[in-house]
């Protein structure tokens, strides 16, 4: 069944350490990624391979401002403490529409409420 599936896949990728989320956040303030799609597309190419924490995912909305509902919804699938995410992540959000846009998106691509 797709939960079984999901799990493999997640056991599949590797932890995303400090030091190598550092160098993600210092690769993602040079000028190659000025244009947010150019950064929501290098963070869905590690999260296919990595998983992360909220706290690291937080930093990434941080990062974001112009798709940073994206980015939130890109890295959900790959959280390791997804029982974090309304504290930790959509906590960075001010506005209601964006946490329901968030948990909308959340649903539709990952079948979770959050």
């Known amino acids: 069944d797709s939960k079984s599936s999901k799990k493999e896949e997640q056991q599949t990728k590797i932890a995303f350490d400090e030091n ?3 160098d993600l956040v210092n690769s993602l303030n ?7 799609k150019d950064k929501l597309r290098r963070i ?3 999260c296919s391979s990595h998983t992360l924490n ?5 930093d990434l909305v941080k990062l974001t401002k112009g798709c940073n509902c994206d980015v939130a ?6 959280l390791t403490d997804k029982q974090n995410f309304s504290k ?3 906590s960075k959000f001010k506005w209601e ?5 968030i948990a909308g998106k959340i649903k539709e691509k990952y079948g979770e409420d959050i």
């Open 97 to 101: 529409e964006e946490k329901k846009e």
């Open 20 to 22: 190598n989320f550092k």
């Open 44 to 46: 869905a190419a590690v």
């Open 54 to 58: 909220c706290s690291q995912t937080a």
């Open 73 to 78: 919804v890109t890295c959900y699938g790959s």
């Open 30 to 36: 040079m000028a190659a990624y000025r244009k947010d």
């Open 88 to 90: 930790v992540v959509l």
